[in-house]
């Protein structure tokens, strides 16, 4: 793959979803239930606090795996934020044996 053709969106999960009123956006109250979920949190000595996100990519017309059966190809790859106790400071620490392979039929 050519840097050129690829465009990346990274989309970070934290592990939780906001929750909205299930009218607004679905009237079928059944169809709109959301699953809750953990934050994954650590609070350190120090007084810094660090995250674990996941980050999709989006690959655009690169991602599409088989054209016949409209298949389509994004990669997952967790890390870990941490936040220094002024919140001056970030850094990231990719897990790169987390990567996977999600697909997708439309």
Known sequence: ???AQIYATFVLVVG?????D???IWPCVECSHIAP????????????VTYQLLAITDMDREAKVDSKNWTWRA???RRRL????????VSVEWMKD???NI????
Do not use: P, Q
């Open 82 to 89: 941490t936040l220094s106790a002024d919140k001056k400071n």
């Open 1 to 3: 793959m050519r840097n």
């Open 16 to 20: 939780a979803v906001a929750r909205i």
């Open 98 to 100: 987390y990567d996977k």
């Open 75 to 77: 990669v997952t790859r």
């Open 37 to 48: 979920r953990n934050i994954t949190i650590e609070h350190h000595d120090n007084g810094s």
């Open 22 to 24: 299930a009218n607004i």
């Open 103 to 106: 697909t997708s039929f439309v």
